[in-house]
Structure formats: C-alpha cells, structure tokens
C-alpha cells in the first residue's frame, strides 16, 4: 500500500526521502508518484540556491559558544549596558520620545525601515515554490505506520518532521514533528502501565493522544507553491507554526499533493543570501522589540529530563537554557533531543538527567549560538546565511543569561515591525 509522493506505508517500507531540513540536498531523485512542482510564477530574476551550512563536530555538553559579533563584525565599544528591563521597553520607550518631541528618524531608525520594507517586498514578489533547493528529497509518512517505526525512520534520515498521508482518503493529514513524539511521551507518563499500547500507536492515533493528554492540537496551516512567499509566513506567524506544507492539486487526480514543506529557517536563509537590504538592519537588540526576555525557562544539568520536558510542553517552547553553578549558560536542550532518547521505542532514557541526555547527543551537533544585546539583525542573519541556526541564546559579557532569541520571533519582526505605517 503506497500513497501518493513516495508515501513511507504501515509495513516501513520507504520511498523517497524528505524535505532535507537537517542535511545536505541529495542528487536529484526521480519517482513515479512524485511530478514536478510547476514552475514559478515570478518573471524577475531568480534568487540564489543554496547549499546546506555542513555542520562543525562539537562535544556533546562541554560546548564553544558561537556569537555573531564575535566572528562577523566587531563589537562597538561605546554601547553602554542595558540600563532598561528589556529591548522591548528600550524601543518603546525611544518611540514615545520621538512622538512626544515631535522628532523625526534618526538616519539609524530611517535605514532599518527601509531595510524590513526591502524584506517585505521581496516576499511579496517570491513564491513559495522559489525558496526550494535544486533537488530535494521528500519523506511522507502514511498514517497506518506505527509511531515507532517513524521515528527510526526519521533518525536515519537525520530529520525531524514529516507530512502525513491518509491512504484510505488519499489526502493530506497534516505533518509529524518532535510535538507528537513529546505527546507520546506524556501520555507514557501519565499511563506507566500502557507501555505495550504505546509500542502500538500508528500516526493514526496522535489526535486521539492529544486528546487523551488534554493538550489542544496544533493548526496544521499549509500553501499553494505558487502563493506568494510573505502569505506562507504570515500564515506560519498566525498558526505559530515553524515549518508549512506546500500543497498543490493533482491535474490527474484533482486531489491534493504535497510538494514540499518549508520551514522558517530555509526562509531566513533565503532572505539572507538573496537581499543585500539585510545588511541596513543595523540597530542593536537593546533597542527593539524582538526575542524573549522575561521569565524564560530554565534548567540545570542534574535537572530529571522529564521535569524539562514538562517545561516544553506546559509553556509550548522548543528549547531550555541550560545554567551552570554560578547562573552561565553552559548549553540548551532542544525539543529535538528529546527524539534521541526514545529512539527504537525504548524509554528507559527519560529517566536520564539533562547532563547525561545531552552526551547522547550526535557528533555532529553544531553547538549553541549566541549573542549579545550590542548585536544587530544584520550580523544575525549573516550567521543564519553561513550556518544552520534555529535560535540565539541572548547573554552579557559574563555568560550569563539575559534571554532567547528565536527564528520565529526574528520572522515576527521583519514582518510585522512597523507594517502598520506602509499602509
């Protein structure tokens, strides 16, 4: 039983590969079940492909930190500290004297406009289907395959998602990410004794899941490759979503087929390489509203992994800042270490400690980035063009932490940030 784009079935047997998040893009593959996306609709010139950033062999605890001022740009010296609660404030408070004394733009402010309104346009005039690299591969998990099965299957693929297909309605059944795994295993918490009903579980069962946790399903938003690429992030900011499946229709079938799937970094990665405005995003940090600087969660290395899980899923976060004994960052655990520990079903792990679940981390893990509040966007995104990030640890210059700053948060602003004024 096979459904449609080289579907993986009930019985494991894969086809062909998946939208390559965490590795380099294959050779181009071809399969029966899989046509050609179409082609873009833009009739501007094309944007640069890129390959995947290889990633650097890192320990697995002990880690050398990344910052972007640090390798990209120096840092300006004549910044003084923080002396506000949080950017947010900074930038709000600096709105409010502009207002009040009735000042016009610094060259800074007018520069960083021009450069989110370049961003913008670009969006508007890119589609979905632009962003794609030259050859992909794309794994589609049919809903009769049972949970642990998938999730070998993605660990040998080196990915962390993929689209689901209902084979009985031949139609697309929304996408698997680490928060079903995360599911599987709170539910297994909460039912000691089911351990031989969880080995069971097909992709079928995660809604039931959900609901048996109490945990309110997420929206799986998805768009048409041809749509405009500032529509796909619009609706990934709407859903809160970090990835959007896109679906086009089967002239053949009239039904609908994913293309591919998308996710925030691949599109700040394509903004990065392909609009040198990024480079006018010059104000630090400390001066705009972007990231999350308040009550951020945190843990230590003896932490029980499962508190830190809990912690995941009770604030919807996908990382936690690990702290040393003097309050220093030392490393993160992300939501995805979690598909390590249960890997083949097993999970006698979850009664690891954060310090011992992070030693089972691959050799190939890239370490852990950070910043500062003196860093600029402009800085962030070269980092996301020359590496594979998903977040940026905010600290000062002893370590320690001051906050989180996300992709999602980094989409949030180049969209939203003063939007309101262009209409």
Partial sequence: MRGA??????????????????????????????????????????????????????????????????YLRPRHPHHNHLKLSTPAAAAAQQKDRNHNSGMAMSALDREQVEGLRAIRRFLKVRTSYDVLPLSFRLIVFDTALLVKKSLNILIHNGIVSAPLWDSKTSTFAGLLTTSDYINVIQYYWQNPDALAAVDQFRLSSLREIERAIGVQPIETVSVHPDRPLYEACRKMLESRARRIPLLDDDDETNRSMVVSVVTQYRILKFIAVNVKETEMLRKPLRELSVGTYRDVQTARMETPVMDVIHMLVRYSISSIPILGERDELINVFESVDVITLIKGGVYDDLNLNVGEALLKRSDDFSGIYTCTLNDRLDTIFDTIRKSRVHRLVVIDKDMKLVGVLTLSDILQYILLEGEDQER
Wanted: aromatic fraction near 4%; charged fraction near 5%.
């Fill in 5 to 70: 784009n080289g579907t993986v079935n009930g019985t494991g047997a894969a086809a062909n590969g998946t939208v390559d998040e965490f590795s380099t893009p294959s050779v181009p593959t071809t399969t029966g079940d899989l046509p050609s996306p179409p082609p873009p609709s833009t009739t501007s010139s094309p944007p640069t492909n890129f390959p995947d950033a290889s990633a650097t062999s890192q320990p697995a605890v002990t880690l050398p930190f990344v910052a972007p001022s640090s």
